[in-house]
């Protein structure tokens, strides 16, 4: 792990995390697996950039939306494939699951409005999840105006940088 891997060779005061589409979703499942370790490995916040909130519906979106197929079948070969590859279950990635254990811990969400990958409103599925529980809000949503995905930075480069630079 990166992270160990810091701690090891420099002396850390305070980590940031960033990830963007799928390794936005992959940033989320990390501050909710080591909820209990994060002021110990001095994580502050993330930034999740266009990141899905549950990769089935992500995958039946795409199926449906972008190559126009019925998803049902399309889906359950990819599962048994990914599960019998892979030991993976996509049933348990639900970035948007459980985030009440990670309330500690700020999270700036960003999506393009007009993202054609990864729908918008998973964005806002997100969010909701993880302010729902924290006690004073510390999480935030950006929603850039007329980006597409991962294009928020080129779309909107003074208002990205102004929010994830700090």
């Known amino acids: 792990m990166v992270i160990k891997y810091?701690?090891?060779?420099?002396?850390?005061?305070?980590?940031?995390?960033?990830?963007?589409?799928?390794?936005?979703?992959?940033i989320i499942e990390f501050i909710k697996e080591y909820s209990e370790k994060i002021k110990e490995l001095k994580v502050s916040w993330a930034i999740?950039?266009?990141a899905y909130?549950?990769?089935?519906?992500?995958?039946?979106?795409?199926?449906m939306k972008i190559f126009k197929k019925h998803?049902?079948?399309t889906i359950s070969v990819m599962r048994l494939s990914l599960r019998l590859?892979?030991?993976?279950?996509?049933?348990k990635l639900v970035p948007k699951n459980n985030l009440k254990k990670c309330t500690t811990i700020p999270l700036l969400i960003i999506h393009?409005?007009?993202d054609n990958f990864v729908p918008l409103y998973m964005?806002?599925?997100?969010?909701?999840?993880?302010?729902?529980?924290?006690?004073k809000q510390i999480s935030e949503l950006l929603v850039i105006k007329d980006a597409g995905h991962l294009?928020?930075?080129?779309t909107d480069y003074d208002l990205y940088t102004s929010k994830t630079l700090f």
């Open 6 to 26: 810091l701690h090891k060779n420099f002396i850390v005061q305070s980590i940031g995390l960033i990830g963007n589409s799928m390794g936005g979703s992959t």
């Open 151 to 154: 294009q928020s930075i080129i």
């Open 85 to 91: 590859v892979n030991e993976l279950k996509v049933k």
């Open 53 to 63: 909130s549950s990769f089935i519906e992500q995958l039946r979106w795409m199926i």
């Open 112 to 114: 393009g409005e007009k």
């Open 48 to 50: 999740s950039d266009c």
């Open 71 to 73: 998803w049902f079948w």
């Open 123 to 135: 964005a806002y599925d997100i969010y909701h999840h993880k302010i729902r529980d924290e006690e």
